[in-house]
């Protein structure tokens, strides 16, 4: 695995692999030397066009406990000259030495642009880019959700004949995106809540579901509900006409909260709009895995960088 | 006294005949006064058309002389085998007062490698609000016959309406960029499963169908001319199919690079691929292809549009949008016409030459090749193949989306007023040029 | 291709290196009854020799050991030089390894990188008392000042030589072989 751009072009096997080591990196969180010296002699950029303190923090963490450097460069997008940006900061990263490039931006594709190049020589981790793709924040949720399901047997499964209900703006998603491929390629079924005006117009060639009845999906049953965050912005661009209507037909309020079956776990990529698109209760209850997913989040990233990085240059295809 | 004699042998007309081609003092003639001085070209095997005549290019100057001037651009059409190209107005200043079009009209005659007709602005700075002076630039010595605020679309209902009704006293054309600006807020690609799957921003079909349905019905009720830019979906040619049906006055243009590229292109993020309007779906070209053949599309017109290297070395929602396309051109039109056995090279005479001399009222292309005539035409090897490169360009933009794809045919000579602007498949000097054309005008 | 150790001597050594090491317990007066000897195998062929060996111990001694895994991966010097390795799985058994004796096993002991790198893992899990080391063959070449406190069989190689060992539990066959 040379970068990690998408969910899009993981098959099974890399899927399932990437899981298995977050695995082992979890297990370094448990212990008393929460480090690793795998990474000593690398350097590892965070490159974030788009402000992000959890992103970031997760990365951050994630590298040093693997012993790497960790330079953190951010530029903001709008204030550089168009053009300019992406180019010349990655050659400077490339003047630094830089073993492996984190980058979230607010252009979609701009991860493959920074990879297919020839900018940089480093590993290229998309860390979210425009509305496209979050690889990690997907693989992630995969780990929690077989980790809920399989607990300690979780090593070498997926999530074969779970069904996952994603629920939100999937217009404007990245999270959502890399969820799809990924959880269908895992083999869980997922299904996607939306108004319409918020799901793509052509679905064609997606794994999915789709339907704007959230009270429906909640009766059919799910085994996950990920809640995704909503915009109020959009409300002025005509997508919704009042943050309050959204609420009420897609929001996991206490009510719809009740309804749920016991096990079924209550997802959310974070930051939570409280009250909007979940409601407290939902989010701080037994069901929410908000906190592991976090906690998730730093040891599959671990696990990506190790993979992406500590192998020779000669053994990348 | 050199009467600039040229004798052209052996080139086969675009209705397939053989003969010979012979030019003195800028005109074809039955035969040359002075065969012995006369400039001699062996035409065997080379296809013969009229000189190409774009009605859609964007020659950067004055203001973007980064990305191109009238200079660089009319070479980049002459070794495209053009002799004559209409500027669009979106430079700085914009083209929209007499003063402007009669800068860039004076400096394509001085360069002399085409003869450039600027395009008029519809309206003040592209701004979509007031009309511009259309009766001060038709009037000016740039005589300009078509206008159009391209790059952006004139979407105030009565503004068009205005436009079309005002535009007619001059017996002009509107020239319009089809593209609602509510429905394509941010739009970087054709939308459609693709855009969903790549996150992009999609820029969908009714965006330019829409338009158009509106402004034929508003040409059909002012009884004026329209003619539409860069035609790009199926459904806007069923639009114009109906139009016509009705006796609508309406013309419309492809690009080349819509009559061969589709949206899967988009696949790699690569900057290149990104143009307004957008590449579409496989569909989309096929219904472009067959309606240019019926003659539902009336020309084919480059969209050239060069840009800076940085402004294509980027992600992809900050690249410009554009192609370069003067010089590729005739190449791609034959690979998706002529070679697919859609058209004939009569055919491709009448879609870039003939019939967008005519819309943009430029004369000299009604009776190509007839003894009499000013002598345009290009000559051209069919059975060319090469593998399309940068290199290949002559204009100062490197932004071609052909670079590595192989592409037939290759232009030899390029004859602009009677003499040579491109002679053994390469471009005369600029300074050669420039005497030619001041002597031409002696 | 020859067979240097067949099923039968691969149980005999794993017999007396286990005797072995319940006498080396002794001699060792931190220990005590109720801290038993922590062996941890290093993946793959480590871990079933580990296993193996604590099996025989439990017969001789029941409570004497408890066993794990320990995996070196992210710890090897030599990363850059190969592809990226899957890890396997660390079980540290019940109770830590901390004040306690813990005896490395291995299938074969070459350059000593590999123990190099389980030592570090060890200091990230704790404070081990001593630390011992336990292989089914040495083949001499060591790079680093490391030696085998417990060995099956000593299998003086040349350098270019491939030693390969296959254990039932994993290969379809049993036995130590010499390959030039």
Redesign the interface.
């Known amino acids: 695995?040379r970068h990690l751009l998408s969910t899009?072009d993981l098959d099974r096997e890399t899927a399932v692999?990437i899981l298995?080591?977050a695995?082992?990196m979890a297990?370094v969180a448990t212990?008393?030397?929460r480090?690793?010296?795998?990474l000593r002699?690398r350097t590892v950029v965070n490159l974030f066009f788009e402000d992000s303190t959890r992103t970031r923090t997760s990365f951050e963490v994630a590298a040093k406990r693997?012993s790497a450097d960790l330079i953190n460069f951010s530029a903001k997008g709008s204030s550089v000259s168009?053009?300019?940006?992406?180019?010349d900061t990655a050659q400077t990263l490339a003047a630094l030495g830089a073993d492996a490039v984190v980058i979230r931006?607010?252009?979609?594709?701009?991860a493959?642009?920074l990879a297919?190049?020839g900018w940089i020589d480093a590993a290229v981790l998309n860390a979210g880019?425009?509305?496209?793709?979050h690889p990690t924040q997907a693989l992630l949720d995969a780990f929690t959700i077989r980790r809920r399901i399989h607990g300690a047997g979780s090593?070498g499964r997926d999530l074969d004949g779970v069904r996952v209900t994603i629920v939100g703006d999937i217009?404007h998603s990245?999270v959502a995106?890399s969820n799809v491929w990924l959880l269908a390629t895992l083999g869980a079924g997922v299904r996607l809540v939306s108004p319409a005006t918020l799901l793509?117009?052509?679905?064609?060639?997606?794994p999915v579901t789709a339907g704007s009845d959230l009270d429906a999906a909640i009766a059919e049953g799910t085994d996950a509900l990920m809640m995704l965050r909503i915009q109020g912005e959009r409300m002025h661009?005509a997508y919704f006409p009042t943050t309050a209507e959204y609420s009420r037909h897609w929001g996991l309020t206490d009510e719809r909260f009740a309804r749920l079956a016991p096990d079924t776990m209550v997802m959310h990529p974070g930051p939570m709009n409280r009250g909007l698109e979940i409601s407290a209760r939902a989010a701080d209850s037994a069901q929410s895995t908000v906190l592991e997913q976090v906690a998730n989040g730093v040891s599959i990233r671990m696990a990506v960088l190790?993979?992406l990085v500590?192998?020779?240059a000669e053994?990348h295809a | 006294m050199s009467r600039n004699g040229i004798r052209v042998v052996g080139a086969t007309l675009p209705d397939g005949r053989r003969t010979d081609l012979f030019v003195e003092d800028g005109r074809f003639v039955e035969s040359l006064t002075d065969p012995a001085s006369a400039r001699h070209i062996d035409a065997d095997g080379l296809q013969a058309l009229p000189g190409l005549v774009d009605l859609h290019t964007h020659l950067r100057e004055p203001g973007y002389e980064a990305s191109e001037t009238v200079l660089t651009g009319s070479r980049a059409a002459a070794i495209g085998g053009f002799t004559a190209v209409h500027a669009m107005a979106n430079t700085s200043p914009v083209g929209d007062t007499a003063a402007v079009v009669e800068q860039v009209e004076s400096l394509g005659r001085d360069h002399g490698y085409v003869t450039v007709r600027p395009i008029g602005a519809v309206t003040v700075g592209l701004a979509g609000e007031r009309l511009s002076e259309i009766g001060g630039m038709a009037t000016s010595r740039a005589r300009v016959r078509v206008f159009s605020d391209d790059g952006f679309c004139v979407s105030d209902s009565l503004l068009m309406r205005r436009a079309l009704e005002y535009v007619s006293t001059f017996g002009g054309v509107i020239a319009q960029h089809s593209q609602d600006p509510r429905l394509t807020v941010g739009a970087q690609m054709n939308e459609g499963a693709l855009s969903a799957e790549l996150g992009l921003a999609g820029w969908p079909a009714v965006a330019e169908e829409s338009i158009i349905a509106r402004d034929v019905l508003l040409a059909d009720t002012v009884g004026a001319r329209l003619h539409v830019c860069h035609l790009s979906t199926a459904g806007s040619v069923e639009v114009i199919r109906w139009a016509k049906a009705r006796g609508i006055r309406v013309t419309a243009e492809v690009t080349p690079h819509h009559l061969l590229l589709t949206e899967e292109l988009v696949r790699g993020y690569d900057p290149r691929f990104k143009v307004n309007p957008p590449l579409r779906r496989s569909e989309d070209v096929e219904a472009l292809r067959t309606a240019l053949a019926d003659g539902t599309i009336d020309i084919v017109a480059t969209d050239h549009a060069p840009h800076p290297v940085e402004s294509k070395a980027c992600a992809w929602d900050e690249a410009s949008n554009g192609m370069v396309g003067l010089e590729s051109a005739l190449a791609v039109v034959q690979l998706a016409m002529v070679d697919t056995g859609l058209s004939g090279w009569a055919d491709v005479a009448r879609y870039l030459s003939e019939t967008p001399a005519r819309i943009g009222m430029l004369d000299g292309y009604d009776a190509s090749f007839a003894a009499g005539s000013v002598a345009q035409f290009t000559l051209v090897d069919p059975t060319a193949s090469r593998k399309f490169d940068v290199a290949d360009l002559r204009g100062k933009g490197t932004n071609t989306p052909y670079a590595g794809r192989t592409l037939p045919g290759r232009v030899l000579a390029t004859i602009h007023d009677g003499y040579p602007t491109v002679l053994d498949g390469e471009l005369l000097d600029a300074e050669v040029v420039r005497k030619s054309a001041a002597g031409a005008r002696a | 291709m020859r067979d240097v150790l067949q099923a039968a001597d691969i149980t005999r050594a794993l017999t007396r290196i286990s005797h072995e090491i319940l006498e080396s317990r002794g001699s060792d007066a931190s220990d005590s009854a109720s801290s038993p000897l922590v062996i941890l195998g290093i993946p793959t062929r480590g871990v079933l020799l580990a296993r193996r060996i604590a099996a025989i111990v439990e017969t001789l001694e029941p409570g004497a050991v408890v066993v794990g895994s320990l995996d070196v991966t992210m710890y090897r010097d030599d990363l850059r030089a190969q592809p990226t390795r899957a890890p396997a799985p660390t079980v540290i058994p019940q109770g830590g390894i901390d004040g306690r004796t813990v005896v490395l096993v291995d299938d074969v002991l070459f350059s000593g990188r590999t123990i190099r790198a389980a030592l570090d893992a060890i200091a990230d899990h704790g404070r081990p008392q001593a630390v011992r080391l336990a292989v089914l063959v040495d083949r001499g070449h060591r790079e680093l000042p490391i030696r085998a406190d417990f060995v099956g069989k000593n299998l003086p190689t040349s350098r270019d030589e491939r030693i390969s060992v296959r254990l039932a539990e994993v290969d379809d066959t049993e036995g130590v072989t010499i390959t030039s």
Request: proline fraction near 4%; hydrophobic fraction near 25%.
């Open positions: 695995m899009r692999h298995d080591v695995e082992d297990e212990r008393e030397v480090k690793l010296p795998t002699d693997l168009k053009g300019e940006s992406l180019k931006h607010s252009s979609s594709g701009a493959q642009t297919e190049s880019d425009g509305t496209h793709e090593r217009l990245r995106r793509p117009a052509d679905l064609t060639g997606w661009a190790y993979l500590a192998g020779g053994a």
